[in-house]
DNA sequence: ATTATCTTTGTAATTGTTTCAAATAAATAA
DNA sequence: TTATTTATTTGAAACAATTACAAAGATAAT
């Protein structure tokens, strides 16, 4: 808890309880979690927390550059604290979601483009994943 | 609206009227339009027609392989009719998503996985158009 | 022509997210 | 410290996208 702590200072983000909180679940809980696996996860400990909130700090997270949205869910925002450069797999079957590899410069590259000023890339990809093959 | 029809066979989708203004609306508006896009632009000249049929109508077309649903939007879905694989660019500021350019083999090519089972790829920009620039 | 099947429709329910104003907590000034 | 301002949290209500479902309509098969 306290290295949640720190860990949002080093993005500029004054710590709360609740932030601390919520942080703390992502560092150790590398589930690319929805809103609502976050607020359903502190909930018993946290009686008073309100989803609001958890949407509040998430939203403050994504800002300050601590936490990355990504887009590969289209029912749930999902919600990644490993804001290295990697890829993703999601599981057509149970929906959830993987990071599958780094990537490598080539790829990472954002290309120069006249008609757009490009700023980030999400590479997804889709498919069964080990689990539920074995179903 | 013929062509929509001979279309529509292709991927053994039975032609209905409401079917093949879809599609017609999908081969002839190249904007990866969201399902109220689609309702509201045939809207008028089929004044019966029902958002849940454009909703029936296009899980169709997905599953029947004749258009690819994009995640690339937290808001709403959005179809492509274009399925040869190519990459798309989102404006975060005004939302607009444009096609931006065809994946080379390199790209393209799904790696092998042991633990997933990948059977298809998303590759997603994000930045600012031309347009919101000017702004 | 009758029956069965497929498709469309409209309404209602559900789900995810946003808005907003009041309540609480934290920071600052007197 | 106490008073005052500012930031954060909360819960309720509004909103938006999607889904469920049963009835109506159209198409195909007998």
């Known amino acids: 808890m306290l290295e949640s702590h720190q860990y949002l200072r080093q993005f500029s983000i004054k710590p709360s309880v609740q932030r601390s909180a919520v942080m703390n679940f992502l560092l150790k809980n590398r589930i690319h979690p929805t809103i609502d696996e976050i607020y359903l996860a502190l909930s018993p400990s946290m009686p008073t927390l309100s989803k609001t909130t ?3 700090t ?6 300050k ?3 990355r949205a990504l887009a590969i869910d ?3 925002a999902r ?3 490993d804001i290295s450069a990697h890829a993703h797999f999601k ?8 990071d599958i590899f780094d990537l490598n410069a080539n790829m990472y590259q954002l290309p120069e483009n006249k008609s757009f000023k490009i700023d980030s890339i999400e ?7 080990e689990h539920c093959i074995g179903n």
């Open 79 to 81: 919600y990644d604290v």
């Open 58 to 63: 998430l939203d403050l997270f994504v800002e």
């Open 123 to 129: 590479i997804s990809y889709f498919g069964i994943c």
């Open 65 to 67: 550059g601590a936490v």
């Open 74 to 76: 289209e029912k749930n």
């Open 91 to 98: 599981c057509r079957s149970c929906g959830s979601i993987h």
């Open 54 to 56: 958890v949407y509040n």
